[in-house]
DNA sequence: CTAGTTGCAAAGAGTTTGCATGGCG
DNA sequence: CGCCATGCAAACTCTTTGCAACTAG
């Protein structure tokens, strides 16, 4: 199929992707593969992840403002729907399962053409703690 | 309350963004005033939006990846639901007023506790032309 | 051996900051 | 006049790209 080989750092890279199984960015990548001695450059970080993307391995999404791109592992068992909330007050991420957004989902697919892309998607508000801020 | 001027090059931003009441890139506005002849340094821009966002005049968001912020400015007249629906496939953008999204966002309020930031959200997925790509 | 991979360094885009000048009130 | 705003350039962050060296299969 695809011509790839498996290096050190790739299996580094999506081993720490599929332990954490949590939104990472780039810059916790390469901080992580510091920590274990594995020196790689960013540029072999980024184009990875890339290639990941491109394999549907990871998805990509771009969290708050100028932070950069967060990487997530897909595994199969979250194949299901899942939201992404983000507290705009304390920076928390929830995720969020939750039937509801299957609804909103086919609404917004039968009564406006749309297919919602839920693993890009991140809905910003407050969380319960920081509604008041 | 806050000292502040009024000076050609804000007046000039925050009337081109009331005009266009349409989602405007940081290098939009610079190349909107390069046009208007009216010399303004980019740092002055940013500045601008910065202390405007602060007001709550305007509303920044991130869209896509990495293309920088965009910013709109928030007129009296939406301040209904209103929803961004960014087409992953041609980058279009679509403005989404339905009352089915009243209901998600009582639902997740009630429910989850998040209260959700609509103008702060885009929600990511494919449009009508671009769902089979 | 060959094609995919890596690292480094340089190049970019977008955004922020320091500092001296200029302008509103 | 005082304080705020502006411009320019330098600094910064995140990301991409060119290129030569390297390595898995």
Redesign the pocket.
């Known amino acids: 199929m ?10 580094a ?1 999506t081993n720490f992707l599929k332990t954490t199984s949590d939104h990472v ?3 916790e990548i390469i901080a992580h593969l510091k920590e274990m001695n ?14 990941l993307e491109k394999d549907g391995l990871v998805r ?1 999404m ?1 969290i708050g ?6 990487y997530q592992y897909i595994s199969q068992a979250e194949c299901h729907q899942h939201f992404h909330l983000k507290c705009l007050g304390c920076g928390k991420l929830i995720h969020l399962d939750c039937e509801f957004l299957e609804d909103m989902e086919k609404h917004i697919l039968s009564h406006h053409g749309f297919t919602i892309s839920t693993g890009k998607t991140v809905i910003y508000g407050k969380c319960e703690d920081c509604k008041d801020a």
Do not use: N
């Not at 594995?38 to 290639?51: C, P």
């Not at 403002?65 to 967060?70: E, H, I, K, N, V």
């Open positions: 695809r011509g790839q080989y498996s290096t050190k750092q790739r299996d890279i960015s780039a810059s594995i020196s790689v450059g960013s540029a072999t970080v980024y184009r990875t992840l890339d290639k990509k771009t403002d100028g932070g950069g791109a967060c």
